[in-house]
């Protein structure tokens, strides 16, 4: 049974740092791409970044370019979100996913085989 979780969210002020972090366990992590997406209430769930299997190539979002780094750690099955300059329009739920497709595919609408429950990140103005 395939299991994502997400964790490191919390509330953080205006400028501030967060890391997030998924762990994924039954499956193959090193096979699957991973990526980090958000919905805040009210709106549509938003891909901020994808990365492809080996952690060599990369996607973001306009919104969070330059301020959020994806990585992954295919040996702790864990993929990561590091998060700065935050601003209060970032707050929302966080969630990861996995996949086996491109990342352009992954963060560009397809529907997706494995999501984690999602951890807050609220930011405060």
């Known amino acids: 049974q395939v299991q994502v979780v997400e964790s490191g969210g919390g509330l953080v002020q205006e400028g501030g740092s967060l890391r997030l972090s998924c762990t994924a366990s039954?499956?193959?992590?090193?096979?699957?791409?991973m990526g980090w997406f958000r919905q805040a209430p009210g709106k549509e769930r938003e891909a901020l970044s994808c990365i492809n299997s080996n952690g060599l190539s990369t996607y973001y979002a306009d919104s969070v370019k330059g301020r959020f780094t994806i990585s992954r750690d295919n040996a702790k099955n864990t993929l990561y979100l590091q998060m700065h300059s935050l601003r209060p329009e970032d707050t929302a739920m966080y969630y990861c996913?996995?996949?086996?497709?491109?990342?352009?595919?992954?963060?560009?609408?397809?529907?997706?085989?494995?999501w984690g429950q999602g951890t807050q990140v609220t930011v405060s103005s």
């Open positions: 996913a996995a996949d086996r497709m491109s990342i352009t595919h992954m963060c560009l609408g397809a529907a997706l085989r494995y």
């Open positions: 039954g499956l193959r992590f090193g096979d699957y791409a």
